[in-house]
């Protein structure tokens, strides 16, 4: 893939950010977008904006056939195995929080063990802390080596017979860690456990497979693969989903209400109440096809071509910690000795480069890596080596500046 000719399909990066040319180094957070995902939105706003599944009319019959082709889009892409394991949410974190609520309230009593690790995201922690609370449940963390990187024997170690749920991330938003889901799967089944995993960094980085990993849930974002903010995607075997209550509730996921009692309908629907994300699967839509286009294989030689050079290129930085495994994903979490993040974020950012700088959703992360915050660089099919090149410069530039001894 050449990434100068993609570059010119995102015209927000065709800017100037404080009189330089712009450096997205965010993608973690928020990647940006094509011009081909706003065109396709635009097109159903100024062409066909209309509700969805209820409306018999021309505009209505386009936009539910938009809506649902979206969904096949979806399915095809991370190879699920029927079209109704597919559920639209607002993300990743309504995703989880609607496993949480529904399926785990179904399963987990006192007594049962959630098993999770200290390198999630606050959207991977947060629900399962307050489905442990509601049902006298346990929290297990699996324990991390010092690279941030997960063993399967501590894995195994780590999951039971009282196991009931391993929640677990694929790919970590700090670390970059890569976790060997299948392997991880094939643990939780074997002690009857059921597997849910946090795919929002992996997703738009490599090629997913749902029933090759044979995860029994598995959530992901748009805004993080090219496509807009809003959306998210909820698989879920269907056996799974068909045992599971709703926990929204109104039009469309209904199939019958009378005054003092309702039934719902079939799948996926009977998950998605009110009037649902139309635009929004229409965008993720177009950003599948960008993907399938340049191809997830593509884009992780991409991605781990740009990494392997920033991290021997930072490592020439004095004063530089990087924070994560060696081999890892197209993100680095690090430091500047005697610099807060943030200072350093805004340093950065006078030269127009983007990066993050917090404790990035973490917050049980930061406190196992000893630190209240880090500063992130992240990386996409938009990238380049020089931009890396002119980041390394403003780095040692921005050493210098808080070096010197006014």
Known sequence: MNAIDIRKDFPILDQKVNGKDLIYFDTSATSQTPAKVIDAMNDYYREYNSNVHRGVHTL???????????????????NAKRYEEIVFTRGTTAAINLVARSFGDMIVGEGDEIVVTEMEHHANIVPWQQLARRTGAELIFIPMEADGTLTLESVETAISERTKIVAITHVSNVLGTINDIRAIAEIAHRNGAYISVDGAQAVPHMSVDVQDLDVDFYAFSGHKML??????????????????????????????????????TDLPVKFEAGTPMIAEAIGLSAAIDYITEIGPDAILDHEQELVNYAYARMSEVEGIEIYGPKERAGLITFNMEDVHP?????????EGIAVRAGHHCAQPLMKWLDVSSTARASFYVYNTKEEIDGFIESLKRTKEFFSYEF
């Open 342 to 350: 943030h200072d350093l974020a805004t340093a950065l950012d006078t």
């Open 60 to 78: 209505g019959t386009k936009a539910t056939d938009g809506y649902e082709q979206a969904r096949m889009k979806v399915k095809n892409f991370i």
């Open 227 to 264: 496509g807009p903010t809003g959306i998210g995607v909820l698989y879920g075997k269907s056996g799974l989903l068909d045992k599971m209550e709703p926990i929204e509730y109104g039009g469309d996921m209904i199939d019958f209400v009378d005054l003092r009692e309702s039934t719902w």
